[in-house]
Each structure stands twice: as structure tokens, then as C-alpha cells.
């Protein structure tokens, strides 16, 4: 799943940001669509544990999923 997020970045970035309006401009180019850079910056911004922080990203990833055969 990390390597067909990180493929689809540039679509998704903008969604990233709306679903977690704390994360900054700064955070998203570090995380570069990486899912561990993203979930160290959920956690370091929302001041969440690392399992709350997986879990969040794991929903916004089931919102954002694109059908398979949908290409």
C-alpha cells in the first residue's frame, strides 16, 4: 500500500491537507507521500501515539483508495 501511495502523491496531497489541517507545506514535501514521514508528522503535530496516528492515516487511506481495474 506505501509504494501506491507514495505513486499517487501529487493527487492526493491536497486531501492530505484538508483531512489534517495542522500539517503544514513544510511537512507534506518531507513526507513526500512516505508513510512512516507522515505518520511521525501526525504524531508530531496532533500530539497523538503512534498507534492513534497509524490508525487515522489507515481511514484517510480507505477514503482516498482507488478501485482496482478503475486505471
Do not use: H
Not at 18 to 24: D, S
Amino acid at each position: 500500500m506505501g509504494d501506491v501511495f507514495e505513486g499517487r502523491w501529487n493527487q492526493v496531497k491536497g486531501d492530505v491537507k484538508r483531512f489534517w489541517g495542522k500539517l503544514t507545506d513544510d511537512d507534506l514535501t518531507r513526507a513526500a507521500g512516505n508513510r512512516d514521514k507522515l505518520v511521525g508528522a501526525l504524531q508530531e503535530r496532533y500530539g497523538w501515539e503512534k498507534d492513534r496516528a497509524e490508525a487515522d492515516f489507515d481511514r484517510f487511506l480507505e477514503t482516498t483508495r482507488t478501485p482496482v481495474g478503475s486505471r
